[in-house]
Protein backbone atom coordinates (compact mmCIF):
# COMPACT_ATOMS: atom_id res chain seq x y z
CA UNK A 1 0.00 0.00 0.00
CA UNK A 2 2.45 2.38 1.11
CA UNK A 3 4.57 1.42 -2.30
CA UNK A 4 1.63 2.05 -4.77
CA UNK A 5 1.38 5.43 -2.57
CA UNK A 6 4.90 6.40 -3.71
CA UNK A 7 4.46 6.09 -7.28
CA UNK A 8 0.76 8.13 -7.44
CA UNK A 9 2.29 10.75 -5.64
CA UNK A 10 5.34 10.47 -8.11
CA UNK A 11 3.12 10.40 -11.31
CA UNK A 12 1.66 13.72 -11.56
CA UNK A 13 -1.55 14.01 -11.72
CA UNK A 14 -3.83 17.25 -12.83
CA UNK A 15 -4.80 18.64 -9.54
CA UNK A 16 -7.01 21.48 -10.29
CA UNK A 17 -4.82 24.59 -8.89
CA UNK A 18 -6.28 25.84 -5.37
CA UNK A 19 -7.59 22.21 -4.44
CA UNK A 20 -5.99 21.23 -0.71
CA UNK A 21 -4.74 18.45 0.81
CA UNK A 22 -3.79 15.05 -1.15
CA UNK A 23 -6.09 13.21 -3.89
CA UNK A 24 -3.93 9.76 -3.23
CA UNK A 25 -5.39 8.65 -0.04
CA UNK A 26 -8.77 8.86 -1.72
CA UNK A 27 -7.70 7.63 -5.06
CA UNK A 28 -5.83 4.94 -3.51
CA UNK A 29 -9.35 4.19 -1.05
CA UNK A 30 -11.18 4.45 -4.56
CA UNK A 31 -9.43 1.60 -6.52
CA UNK A 32 -9.48 -0.55 -3.71
CA UNK A 33 -13.04 -1.34 -2.90
CA UNK A 34 -13.12 -1.27 -7.17
CA UNK A 35 -12.32 -4.99 -5.92
CA UNK A 36 -15.67 -5.25 -5.42
CA UNK A 37 -15.78 -4.97 -8.97
CA UNK A 38 -13.30 -8.05 -9.59
CA UNK A 39 -15.96 -10.51 -7.28
CA UNK A 40 -18.95 -8.87 -9.18
CA UNK A 41 -17.05 -9.74 -12.82
CA UNK A 42 -15.96 -13.31 -11.49
CA UNK A 43 -18.91 -14.39 -10.62
CA UNK A 44 -21.03 -13.89 -13.08
CA UNK A 45 -18.61 -14.65 -15.49
CA UNK A 46 -17.34 -18.11 -14.32
CA UNK A 47 -20.62 -19.92 -14.86
CA UNK A 48 -20.21 -20.14 -18.66
CA UNK A 49 -17.48 -22.02 -18.18
CA UNK A 50 -18.25 -24.48 -15.69
CA UNK A 51 -21.12 -25.45 -16.81
CA UNK A 52 -19.20 -26.80 -20.00
CA UNK A 53 -16.77 -28.80 -18.04
CA UNK A 54 -17.44 -32.30 -18.25
CA UNK A 55 -16.07 -33.52 -14.11
CA UNK A 56 -18.82 -31.15 -13.07
CA UNK A 57 -21.69 -32.25 -16.00
CA UNK A 58 -20.46 -35.90 -14.27
CA UNK A 59 -20.85 -34.80 -11.03
CA UNK A 60 -24.01 -32.67 -11.22
CA UNK A 61 -26.25 -34.41 -14.08
CA UNK A 62 -29.45 -35.79 -13.08
CA UNK A 63 -29.64 -38.54 -15.95
CA UNK A 64 -30.20 -35.83 -18.93
CA UNK A 65 -27.87 -36.73 -21.61
CA UNK A 66 -27.08 -35.42 -24.87
CA UNK A 67 -24.04 -35.39 -27.78
CA UNK A 68 -21.02 -33.40 -26.57
CA UNK A 69 -18.40 -32.60 -29.22
CA UNK A 70 -19.31 -35.54 -31.27
CA UNK A 71 -19.44 -37.84 -28.16
CA UNK A 72 -23.18 -39.49 -27.83
CA UNK A 73 -25.03 -39.88 -24.77
CA UNK A 74 -22.71 -37.80 -22.26
CA UNK A 75 -24.23 -36.25 -18.77
CA UNK A 76 -25.79 -33.02 -19.23
CA UNK A 77 -28.33 -30.49 -17.66
CA UNK A 78 -31.56 -29.87 -19.41
CA UNK A 79 -32.50 -26.27 -20.37
CA UNK A 80 -34.66 -26.14 -17.36
CA UNK A 81 -31.51 -27.15 -15.41
CA UNK A 82 -29.26 -24.67 -16.72
CA UNK A 83 -31.67 -21.99 -16.60
CA UNK A 84 -32.07 -22.14 -12.46
CA UNK A 85 -28.46 -22.58 -12.44
CA UNK A 86 -27.27 -19.06 -14.63
CA UNK A 87 -30.24 -16.99 -13.58
CA UNK A 88 -30.89 -17.51 -9.56
CA UNK A 89 -27.46 -15.76 -9.14
CA UNK A 90 -29.42 -12.63 -10.98
CA UNK A 91 -31.96 -13.40 -8.49
CA UNK A 92 -29.62 -13.12 -5.81
CA UNK A 93 -28.31 -10.00 -6.92
CA UNK A 94 -31.72 -8.27 -7.46
CA UNK A 95 -32.46 -8.69 -3.90
CA UNK A 96 -29.04 -8.20 -2.70
CA UNK A 97 -29.04 -4.86 -4.55
CA UNK A 98 -32.55 -3.49 -2.84
CA UNK A 99 -31.47 -5.12 0.42
CA UNK A 100 -28.23 -2.51 0.13
CA UNK A 101 -29.71 0.55 1.09
CA UNK A 102 -31.25 -0.75 4.67
CA UNK A 103 -28.18 -2.17 5.08
CA UNK A 104 -25.71 1.08 3.97
CA UNK A 105 -27.85 3.52 5.85
CA UNK A 106 -28.18 1.22 8.83
CA UNK A 107 -24.59 0.20 9.96
CA UNK A 108 -23.38 2.45 7.40
CA UNK A 109 -21.99 2.35 3.55
CA UNK A 110 -18.18 0.63 5.11
CA UNK A 111 -20.38 -2.44 7.66
CA UNK A 112 -22.37 -2.83 4.70
CA UNK A 113 -19.58 -3.46 2.51
CA UNK A 114 -17.70 -6.13 4.91
CA UNK A 115 -21.50 -7.88 5.37
CA UNK A 116 -22.06 -7.91 1.90
CA UNK A 117 -18.39 -9.91 2.04
CA UNK A 118 -19.24 -12.09 3.92
CA UNK A 119 -22.72 -13.40 2.18
CA UNK A 120 -20.42 -13.89 -0.64
CA UNK A 121 -18.46 -16.13 0.95
CA UNK A 122 -21.23 -18.23 2.47
CA UNK A 123 -22.39 -18.85 -0.96
CA UNK A 124 -19.36 -19.31 -2.09
CA UNK A 125 -18.31 -22.20 0.01
CA UNK A 126 -21.94 -23.51 -0.72
CA UNK A 127 -21.13 -23.80 -3.96
CA UNK A 128 -17.54 -25.10 -3.38
CA UNK A 129 -18.81 -28.05 -1.50
CA UNK A 130 -21.74 -28.97 -3.36
CA UNK A 131 -22.23 -31.98 -5.17
CA UNK A 132 -25.95 -31.50 -6.12
CA UNK A 133 -28.07 -28.97 -8.35
CA UNK A 134 -29.86 -27.66 -5.12
CA UNK A 135 -27.33 -27.07 -2.96
CA UNK A 136 -25.47 -25.58 -5.92
CA UNK A 137 -28.54 -22.96 -6.80
CA UNK A 138 -28.88 -21.59 -3.04
CA UNK A 139 -25.25 -21.21 -2.94
CA UNK A 140 -25.28 -18.90 -6.42
CA UNK A 141 -28.22 -17.54 -4.66
CA UNK A 142 -26.91 -16.54 -1.56
CA UNK A 143 -23.00 -15.49 -3.75
CA UNK A 144 -25.65 -13.79 -5.30
CA UNK A 145 -27.32 -11.83 -2.37
CA UNK A 146 -23.55 -10.54 -1.89
CA UNK A 147 -22.40 -9.37 -5.33
CA UNK A 148 -26.45 -7.56 -5.74
CA UNK A 149 -25.35 -5.63 -1.96
CA UNK A 150 -21.73 -4.78 -3.40
CA UNK A 151 -22.82 -3.69 -7.23
CA UNK A 152 -24.84 -0.72 -4.65
CA UNK A 153 -22.57 -0.12 -2.04
CA UNK A 154 -19.14 0.36 -4.10
CA UNK A 155 -20.21 2.98 -6.10
CA UNK A 156 -22.14 4.69 -3.30
CA UNK A 157 -18.91 4.35 -0.95
CA UNK A 158 -16.54 5.29 -3.66
CA UNK A 159 -19.23 8.77 -4.96
CA UNK A 160 -19.22 9.72 -1.41
CA UNK A 161 -14.79 9.91 -0.59
CA UNK A 162 -13.94 11.19 -4.35
CA UNK A 163 -12.68 13.98 -4.63
CA UNK A 164 -14.88 15.97 -7.26
CA UNK A 165 -12.50 16.77 -9.99
CA UNK A 166 -12.03 12.68 -10.19
CA UNK A 167 -14.80 11.46 -9.19
CA UNK A 168 -16.15 10.17 -12.47
CA UNK A 169 -12.67 8.03 -12.84
CA UNK A 170 -12.63 6.54 -9.73
CA UNK A 171 -16.00 5.44 -10.01
CA UNK A 172 -15.20 4.16 -13.49
CA UNK A 173 -12.63 2.00 -11.96
CA UNK A 174 -15.86 0.03 -10.76
CA UNK A 175 -16.45 -1.09 -14.27
CA UNK A 176 -12.98 -1.86 -14.90
CA UNK A 177 -12.34 -3.88 -12.22
CA UNK A 178 -15.85 -5.75 -13.43
CA UNK A 179 -14.12 -6.56 -16.95
CA UNK A 180 -11.39 -7.59 -15.15
CA UNK A 181 -13.17 -9.98 -13.37
CA UNK A 182 -14.97 -11.46 -16.50
CA UNK A 183 -11.51 -11.72 -18.13
CA UNK A 184 -10.05 -13.34 -15.18
CA UNK A 185 -12.52 -15.79 -14.80
CA UNK A 186 -12.43 -17.14 -18.48
CA UNK A 187 -8.67 -17.69 -18.56
CA UNK A 188 -8.75 -19.84 -14.76
CA UNK A 189 -12.08 -22.01 -16.26
CA UNK A 190 -9.60 -22.36 -19.29
CA UNK A 191 -6.78 -23.36 -17.17
CA UNK A 192 -8.19 -25.42 -14.95
CA UNK A 193 -11.04 -27.61 -17.20
CA UNK A 194 -9.29 -30.39 -18.34
CA UNK A 195 -8.57 -31.96 -14.83
CA UNK A 196 -9.58 -35.12 -14.12
CA UNK A 197 -11.13 -34.35 -10.74
CA UNK A 198 -13.79 -32.02 -8.80
CA UNK A 199 -10.09 -29.50 -8.70
CA UNK A 200 -11.53 -28.79 -12.46
CA UNK A 201 -14.65 -26.35 -11.13
CA UNK A 202 -13.78 -26.61 -7.29
CA UNK A 203 -10.53 -24.18 -7.86
CA UNK A 204 -12.13 -21.78 -10.06
CA UNK A 205 -15.10 -21.38 -7.72
CA UNK A 206 -12.48 -21.19 -4.63
CA UNK A 207 -10.59 -18.63 -6.01
CA UNK A 208 -13.42 -16.42 -5.61
CA UNK A 209 -13.49 -16.77 -2.04
CA UNK A 210 -9.94 -14.91 -1.94
CA UNK A 211 -11.56 -11.30 -3.32
CA UNK A 212 -14.09 -11.27 -0.61
CA UNK A 213 -11.35 -11.95 1.80
CA UNK A 214 -8.99 -9.21 0.37
CA UNK A 215 -11.76 -7.05 0.45
CA UNK A 216 -12.84 -7.51 4.35
CA UNK A 217 -9.69 -6.88 5.13
CA UNK A 218 -9.28 -3.86 3.51
CA UNK A 219 -12.66 -2.43 4.46
CA UNK A 220 -11.17 -2.75 8.39
CA UNK A 221 -8.62 -0.54 7.68
CA UNK A 222 -10.45 1.99 5.51
CA UNK A 223 -12.37 4.93 6.76
CA UNK A 224 -16.47 5.25 7.15
CA UNK A 225 -17.45 7.87 4.44
CA UNK A 226 -17.86 11.81 5.95
CA UNK A 227 -21.51 11.80 4.52
CA UNK A 228 -22.90 8.78 6.02
CA UNK A 229 -21.24 10.15 9.23
CA UNK A 230 -22.59 13.81 8.80
CA UNK A 231 -26.36 11.93 7.81
CA UNK A 232 -25.50 10.10 11.17
CA UNK A 233 -25.05 13.46 12.94
CA UNK A 234 -21.43 12.26 13.79
CA UNK A 235 -19.52 15.54 13.00
CA UNK A 236 -16.62 14.76 14.43
CA UNK A 237 -16.00 11.84 12.78
CA UNK A 238 -16.87 12.83 9.47
CA UNK A 239 -14.63 15.93 9.63
CA UNK A 240 -11.64 13.42 10.69
CA UNK A 241 -12.71 10.92 7.98
CA UNK A 242 -12.21 13.83 5.36
CA UNK A 243 -8.91 14.51 6.83
CA UNK A 244 -7.76 11.39 5.87
CA UNK A 245 -8.74 11.06 2.74
CA UNK A 246 -7.55 14.35 1.63
CA UNK A 247 -4.81 14.20 4.42
CA UNK A 248 -5.04 17.56 5.76
CA UNK A 249 -4.70 17.61 9.48
CA UNK A 250 -6.92 18.25 11.78
CA UNK A 251 -7.10 22.10 12.55
CA UNK A 252 -7.20 22.51 8.47
CA UNK A 253 -9.30 25.15 7.71
CA UNK A 254 -10.90 23.02 4.53
CA UNK A 255 -12.35 20.72 6.77
CA UNK A 256 -15.40 23.34 6.79
CA UNK A 257 -16.38 20.91 3.88
CA UNK A 258 -17.83 19.21 6.59
CA UNK A 259 -19.87 22.40 7.86
CA UNK A 260 -20.91 22.64 3.92
CA UNK A 261 -22.17 19.02 3.47
CA UNK A 262 -24.35 19.08 7.01
CA UNK A 263 -25.53 22.50 5.99
CA UNK A 264 -26.83 21.18 2.72
CA UNK A 265 -27.92 17.90 4.30
CA UNK A 266 -30.04 19.43 6.82
CA UNK A 267 -31.54 21.73 3.95
CA UNK A 268 -32.51 19.16 1.79
CA UNK A 269 -34.04 17.26 5.01
CA UNK A 270 -35.90 20.97 5.31
CA UNK A 271 -37.47 20.38 1.84
CA UNK A 272 -39.10 17.07 2.39
CA UNK A 273 -38.94 13.44 3.69
CA UNK A 274 -36.34 10.36 3.17
CA UNK A 275 -38.68 7.97 2.94
CA UNK A 276 -38.91 5.47 -0.05
CA UNK A 277 -42.00 7.18 -1.12
CA UNK A 278 -40.12 10.37 -1.17
CA UNK A 279 -37.41 8.93 -4.01
CA UNK A 280 -40.66 9.63 -6.20
CA UNK A 281 -41.52 12.49 -5.52
CA UNK A 282 -40.48 15.93 -7.49
CA UNK A 283 -36.51 16.21 -8.61
CA UNK A 284 -35.76 13.00 -6.58
CA UNK A 285 -38.55 11.42 -8.78
CA UNK A 286 -37.18 12.67 -11.70
CA UNK A 287 -33.13 11.54 -10.70
CA UNK A 288 -34.94 7.86 -9.74
CA UNK A 289 -36.21 7.53 -13.28
CA UNK A 290 -32.70 8.52 -14.54
CA UNK A 291 -30.82 6.05 -12.61
CA UNK A 292 -33.59 3.42 -12.81
CA UNK A 293 -33.30 4.12 -16.83
CA UNK A 294 -29.57 4.32 -17.59
CA UNK A 295 -29.20 1.00 -15.36
CA UNK A 296 -31.87 -0.97 -17.05
CA UNK A 297 -30.67 0.45 -20.91
CA UNK A 298 -27.34 -0.34 -19.98
CA UNK A 299 -28.51 -4.28 -20.20
CA UNK A 300 -30.60 -3.75 -22.99
CA UNK A 301 -27.67 -2.51 -25.13
CA UNK A 302 -27.24 -6.33 -25.89
CA UNK A 303 -24.15 -6.61 -24.02
CA UNK A 304 -24.50 -9.57 -21.94
CA UNK A 305 -25.78 -11.25 -25.52
CA UNK A 306 -21.81 -11.33 -25.91
CA UNK A 307 -20.47 -12.01 -22.57
CA UNK A 308 -23.34 -14.74 -21.72
CA UNK A 309 -24.41 -16.18 -24.65
CA UNK A 310 -21.77 -15.38 -27.37
CA UNK A 311 -19.75 -18.49 -27.03
CA UNK A 312 -22.91 -20.57 -28.12
CA UNK A 313 -23.80 -17.86 -30.45
CA UNK A 314 -19.96 -17.60 -32.67
CA UNK A 315 -20.11 -21.52 -32.87
CA UNK A 316 -23.43 -21.72 -34.23
CA UNK A 317 -22.88 -18.97 -36.31
CA UNK A 318 -19.54 -21.02 -37.74
CA UNK A 319 -17.74 -17.98 -36.74
CA UNK A 320 -14.43 -19.25 -35.85
CA UNK A 321 -12.97 -21.06 -32.75
CA UNK A 322 -15.34 -19.63 -29.96
CA UNK A 323 -12.92 -19.63 -27.00
CA UNK A 324 -10.45 -17.46 -29.45
CA UNK A 325 -13.27 -15.14 -30.07
CA UNK A 326 -14.29 -15.15 -26.19
CA UNK A 327 -10.84 -14.08 -25.58
CA UNK A 328 -10.89 -11.36 -27.51
CA UNK A 329 -14.07 -9.98 -26.56
CA UNK A 330 -13.16 -9.82 -22.86
CA UNK A 331 -9.88 -8.12 -23.89
CA UNK A 332 -11.18 -5.17 -25.74
CA UNK A 333 -13.79 -5.09 -23.16
CA UNK A 334 -11.69 -4.14 -20.56
CA UNK A 335 -8.90 -2.29 -22.18
CA UNK A 336 -11.33 -0.20 -23.77
CA UNK A 337 -12.82 0.90 -20.33
CA UNK A 338 -9.43 2.51 -19.82
CA UNK A 339 -10.15 5.22 -22.14
CA UNK A 340 -13.50 5.53 -20.46
CA UNK A 341 -11.57 6.86 -16.98
CA UNK A 342 -9.99 9.94 -19.09
CA UNK A 343 -13.11 10.41 -20.99
CA UNK A 344 -15.50 10.83 -18.29
CA UNK A 345 -13.84 13.46 -16.79
CA UNK A 346 -12.46 15.48 -19.88
CA UNK A 347 -15.73 15.05 -22.23
CA UNK A 348 -18.37 15.01 -19.00
CA UNK A 349 -20.72 12.52 -18.66
CA UNK A 350 -22.99 13.05 -21.00
CA UNK A 351 -21.60 13.14 -23.65
CA UNK A 352 -19.96 10.52 -23.35
CA UNK A 353 -23.28 8.34 -23.17
CA UNK A 354 -24.32 10.16 -26.44
CA UNK A 355 -21.34 9.04 -28.13
CA UNK A 356 -21.49 5.29 -26.56
CA UNK A 357 -25.37 5.23 -26.90
CA UNK A 358 -24.59 6.54 -31.17
CA UNK A 359 -21.86 4.30 -31.79
CA UNK A 360 -23.50 0.78 -29.99
CA UNK A 361 -26.06 1.19 -32.55
CA UNK A 362 -24.45 1.81 -35.55
CA UNK A 363 -22.37 -0.94 -34.94
CA UNK A 364 -25.14 -3.27 -34.29
CA UNK A 365 -27.22 -2.33 -37.03
CA UNK A 366 -24.34 -3.11 -39.01
CA UNK A 367 -23.89 -6.41 -37.59
CA UNK A 368 -27.82 -7.05 -38.34
CA UNK A 369 -27.18 -6.09 -41.94
CA UNK A 370 -24.46 -8.23 -42.71
CA UNK A 371 -25.99 -11.10 -40.95
CA UNK A 372 -29.38 -10.94 -42.45
CA UNK A 373 -29.09 -9.42 -45.62
CA UNK A 374 -25.64 -10.98 -46.86
CA UNK A 375 -25.23 -14.97 -47.96
CA UNK A 376 -22.58 -15.78 -45.15
CA UNK A 377 -19.10 -16.48 -46.13
CA UNK A 378 -15.73 -16.11 -44.44
CA UNK A 379 -15.34 -12.54 -45.36
CA UNK A 380 -18.62 -11.23 -43.88
CA UNK A 381 -17.91 -13.73 -40.64
CA UNK A 382 -14.64 -11.61 -39.87
CA UNK A 383 -16.69 -8.40 -40.62
CA UNK A 384 -19.42 -9.06 -38.11
CA UNK A 385 -16.59 -9.95 -35.70
CA UNK A 386 -15.14 -6.90 -36.52
CA UNK A 387 -18.05 -4.87 -35.65
CA UNK A 388 -18.93 -6.87 -32.48
CA UNK A 389 -15.78 -5.82 -31.07
CA UNK A 390 -16.63 -2.07 -32.30
CA UNK A 391 -19.49 -2.00 -30.28
CA UNK A 392 -18.17 -3.86 -27.09
CA UNK A 393 -15.48 -1.21 -27.64
CA UNK A 394 -18.39 1.72 -27.50
CA UNK A 395 -19.85 0.20 -24.64
CA UNK A 396 -16.73 -0.03 -22.55
CA UNK A 397 -15.36 3.56 -22.69
CA UNK A 398 -19.22 5.11 -22.20
CA UNK A 399 -22.19 2.89 -21.18
CA UNK A 400 -20.21 0.13 -18.88
CA UNK A 401 -18.83 2.49 -16.46
CA UNK A 402 -20.81 5.39 -17.01
CA UNK A 403 -23.90 4.11 -15.93
CA UNK A 404 -22.10 3.23 -12.47
CA UNK A 405 -21.25 6.40 -11.92
CA UNK A 406 -24.19 8.70 -12.37
CA UNK A 407 -26.08 7.02 -10.16
CA UNK A 408 -24.23 7.75 -7.21
CA UNK A 409 -23.93 11.34 -7.78
CA UNK A 410 -27.41 12.76 -8.93
CA UNK A 411 -29.27 11.50 -5.28
CA UNK A 412 -29.77 13.58 -2.51
CA UNK A 413 -27.87 12.82 0.72
CA UNK A 414 -31.24 11.63 2.28
CA UNK A 415 -32.09 9.00 -0.42
CA UNK A 416 -28.87 8.38 -1.93
CA UNK A 417 -28.95 4.69 -0.52
CA UNK A 418 -32.02 3.94 -1.19
CA UNK A 419 -32.51 5.59 -4.64
CA UNK A 420 -29.13 3.73 -5.98
CA UNK A 421 -29.81 0.61 -4.59
CA UNK A 422 -33.41 0.96 -6.60
CA UNK A 423 -31.76 1.61 -9.77
CA UNK A 424 -29.29 -1.32 -9.23
CA UNK A 425 -31.99 -3.48 -9.05
CA UNK A 426 -33.37 -2.34 -12.29
CA UNK A 427 -29.99 -3.07 -13.59
CA UNK A 428 -30.10 -6.50 -12.11
CA UNK A 429 -33.74 -7.31 -13.21
CA UNK A 430 -33.19 -6.82 -17.01
CA UNK A 431 -30.02 -8.74 -16.47
CA UNK A 432 -31.84 -11.74 -14.80
CA UNK A 433 -34.77 -11.16 -17.23
CA UNK A 434 -33.00 -11.46 -20.63
CA UNK A 435 -30.52 -14.08 -19.04
CA UNK A 436 -33.76 -16.08 -19.03
CA UNK A 437 -35.25 -15.32 -22.52
CA UNK A 438 -32.52 -14.77 -24.84
CA UNK A 439 -32.10 -18.48 -25.14
CA UNK A 440 -35.66 -18.89 -26.64
CA UNK A 441 -34.86 -15.87 -28.94
CA UNK A 442 -32.06 -16.91 -30.53
CA UNK A 443 -33.03 -20.68 -30.22
CA UNK A 444 -34.09 -23.01 -33.14
CA UNK A 445 -36.25 -25.37 -32.57
CA UNK A 446 -40.22 -25.72 -31.12
CA UNK A 447 -40.99 -23.01 -29.27
CA UNK A 448 -37.93 -20.96 -29.97
CA UNK A 449 -38.15 -17.69 -32.47
CA UNK A 450 -34.60 -18.53 -33.66
CA UNK A 451 -33.78 -14.70 -34.01
CA UNK A 452 -29.87 -15.19 -34.80
CA UNK A 453 -28.76 -12.58 -36.02
CA UNK A 454 -31.73 -10.12 -36.21
CA UNK A 455 -31.23 -9.98 -32.23
CA UNK A 456 -29.02 -7.24 -33.31
CA UNK A 457 -31.70 -5.18 -35.22
CA UNK A 458 -33.49 -5.18 -31.42
CA UNK A 459 -30.30 -4.47 -29.30
CA UNK A 460 -29.68 -1.63 -31.83
CA UNK A 461 -32.93 -0.23 -31.32
CA UNK A 462 -32.79 -0.24 -27.44
CA UNK A 463 -29.53 1.49 -27.90
CA UNK A 464 -31.18 4.73 -29.95
CA UNK A 465 -33.89 5.04 -27.45
CA UNK A 466 -31.01 4.90 -24.51
CA UNK A 467 -29.38 7.74 -26.72
CA UNK A 468 -32.73 9.73 -26.40
CA UNK A 469 -33.52 8.90 -22.83
CA UNK A 470 -29.93 10.21 -22.10
CA UNK A 471 -30.12 13.29 -24.02
CA UNK A 472 -33.82 14.35 -22.24
CA UNK A 473 -32.75 13.22 -18.52
CA UNK A 474 -29.09 13.01 -17.94
CA UNK A 475 -28.08 16.26 -16.42
CA UNK A 476 -23.81 16.80 -16.59
CA UNK A 477 -22.41 16.59 -13.11
CA UNK A 478 -18.96 16.39 -14.05
CA UNK A 479 -16.64 18.43 -11.61
CA UNK A 480 -19.93 19.22 -9.01
CA UNK A 481 -19.72 18.58 -5.63
CA UNK A 482 -22.55 16.02 -5.11
CA UNK A 483 -24.51 19.01 -3.01
CA UNK A 484 -23.44 21.24 -6.16
CA UNK A 485 -25.93 18.31 -8.35
CA UNK A 486 -28.35 19.06 -5.83
CA UNK A 487 -28.45 23.28 -6.63
CA UNK A 488 -28.36 22.10 -10.43
CA UNK A 489 -31.41 20.12 -10.33
CA UNK A 490 -33.10 22.39 -8.01
CA UNK A 491 -32.17 25.81 -10.47
CA UNK A 492 -32.18 23.61 -14.04
CA UNK A 493 -35.35 22.18 -15.94
CA UNK A 494 -34.18 21.17 -18.73
CA UNK A 495 -31.57 18.04 -19.18
CA UNK A 496 -29.36 19.85 -22.27
CA UNK A 497 -29.30 22.76 -20.37
CA UNK A 498 -27.29 21.60 -17.54
CA UNK A 499 -24.00 22.67 -19.24
CA UNK A 500 -24.96 26.70 -17.90
CA UNK A 501 -25.14 25.46 -14.71
CA UNK A 502 -21.33 23.79 -15.63
CA UNK A 503 -20.28 26.99 -16.73
CA UNK A 504 -21.74 29.41 -13.66
CA UNK A 505 -19.78 26.39 -11.22
CA UNK A 506 -16.82 26.87 -12.80
CA UNK A 507 -16.82 30.73 -12.79
CA UNK A 508 -17.40 30.61 -9.59
CA UNK A 509 -14.61 28.00 -8.18
CA UNK A 510 -12.05 30.31 -10.55
CA UNK A 511 -13.27 33.12 -8.43
CA UNK A 512 -13.19 31.42 -5.33
CA UNK A 513 -9.20 29.95 -6.35
CA UNK A 514 -7.79 33.44 -6.12
CA UNK A 515 -9.30 34.30 -2.86
CA UNK A 516 -8.14 31.09 -1.57
CA UNK A 517 -4.93 31.93 -2.73
CA UNK A 518 -4.23 34.87 -0.42
CA UNK A 519 -5.94 33.39 2.56
CA UNK A 520 -4.53 31.54 5.65
CA UNK A 521 -5.07 28.08 6.58
CA UNK A 522 -8.31 28.45 9.27
CA UNK A 523 -6.38 28.02 12.81
CA UNK A 524 -3.13 26.97 11.62
CA UNK A 525 -1.21 27.60 15.11
CA UNK A 526 -3.41 25.71 17.16
CA UNK A 527 -1.61 23.11 19.28
CA UNK A 528 -4.55 20.41 19.59
CA UNK A 529 -6.80 19.32 16.59
CA UNK A 530 -10.17 20.99 17.17
CA UNK A 531 -13.65 19.52 17.49
CA UNK A 532 -16.26 20.74 15.26
CA UNK A 533 -19.97 21.18 15.94
CA UNK A 534 -22.11 22.27 12.69
CA UNK A 535 -23.98 26.03 13.60
CA UNK A 536 -26.13 26.31 10.60
CA UNK A 537 -27.30 30.01 10.24
CA UNK A 538 -30.55 29.02 9.35
CA UNK A 539 -34.26 28.60 11.10
CA UNK A 540 -35.43 25.17 11.54
CA UNK A 541 -38.02 26.06 9.07
CA UNK A 542 -35.18 27.74 6.50
CA UNK A 543 -35.89 26.10 2.73
CA UNK A 544 -34.90 27.17 -0.59
CA UNK A 545 -35.43 31.15 -0.30
CA UNK A 546 -32.72 30.88 2.49
CA UNK A 547 -29.71 29.73 -0.33
CA UNK A 548 -31.20 32.05 -2.43
CA UNK A 549 -30.74 34.98 -0.01
CA UNK A 550 -26.85 33.98 -0.68
CA UNK A 551 -27.42 33.94 -4.26
CA UNK A 552 -27.93 36.77 -6.85
CA UNK A 553 -28.61 35.61 -10.56
CA UNK A 554 -27.11 37.92 -13.53
CA UNK A 555 -30.03 38.71 -16.31
CA UNK A 556 -29.19 35.90 -18.36
CA UNK A 557 -30.31 33.28 -15.56
CA UNK A 558 -26.20 32.64 -14.59
CA UNK A 559 -25.94 32.10 -10.71
CA UNK A 560 -23.22 34.02 -8.77
CA UNK A 561 -22.94 33.22 -5.45
CA UNK A 562 -22.21 34.53 -2.21
CA UNK A 563 -20.77 32.67 0.68
CA UNK A 564 -23.35 30.85 2.48
CA UNK A 565 -23.26 31.88 6.58
CA UNK A 566 -21.46 28.72 8.32
CA UNK A 567 -19.20 28.52 11.38
CA UNK A 568 -17.28 25.93 12.45
CA UNK A 569 -17.48 25.70 16.31
CA UNK A 570 -15.19 24.32 18.06
CA UNK A 571 -15.37 22.32 21.19
CA UNK A 572 -13.52 23.26 24.17
O1 LIG B 1 -18.51 -5.45 -19.26
C1 LIG B 1 -19.65 -6.24 -19.36
C2 LIG B 1 -20.31 -6.37 -18.03
O2 LIG B 1 -20.67 -5.09 -17.57
C3 LIG B 1 -21.94 -5.14 -16.96
O3 LIG B 1 -22.89 -4.58 -17.84
C4 LIG B 1 -21.90 -4.37 -15.69
O4 LIG B 1 -21.59 -3.04 -15.91
C5 LIG B 1 -22.26 -6.59 -16.78
O5 LIG B 1 -23.64 -6.89 -16.73
C6 LIG B 1 -21.58 -7.16 -17.99
O6 LIG B 1 -21.39 -8.52 -17.88
Redesign the pocket.
Given at each position: MMQISSILERISLPVPVGVPGSAVPAILVGLFVALGGVL??YD??NINGILAMKQFRDQFSTGFTDTIDGQDNQPDFTAGQKALIVSILSAGTFFGALFAAPAADKIGRRYGLMVSCVIFIVGALLQVASSTIPVFAVGRCVAGLGVGMLSTLVPLYQAETAPKWIRGAICSAF?FA??FG?FLAAIVDNATKNRTNSGAYRIPLAVQLAWAVILILGMIALPETPRYLIKRDRHEDAARSLARLRRLPMDSRYLAEIAEIAEHHEHELNLGGSSYLDCFRGSLGKRLMTGCLLQAF??LTG??FI??YGTSYFSSADMGDPFVITMITNSV?MLA?IPGLFMIERWGRRPLLLFGGIGMAVSQFLVAGLGTGLTQSDATNKASIVLICLFIFF??CSW??V??VVPGEIFSLKVRAKSMSLSTAS?WLI?WALAYSVPYMVGSGTGNLNLQAKMFFIWASFCLLATITVWCLVYETKGLSLEQVDEMYAEIDKAWESHDFQAAIALRNSQRRSVNSQAQPWNRHSAKAPSYSVHIEASPSSTLEDTERHQSRSSRGTIIEQEPTIMLRQFP
Open positions: FGTGQVTLQQINFYNTYAGPVWNN
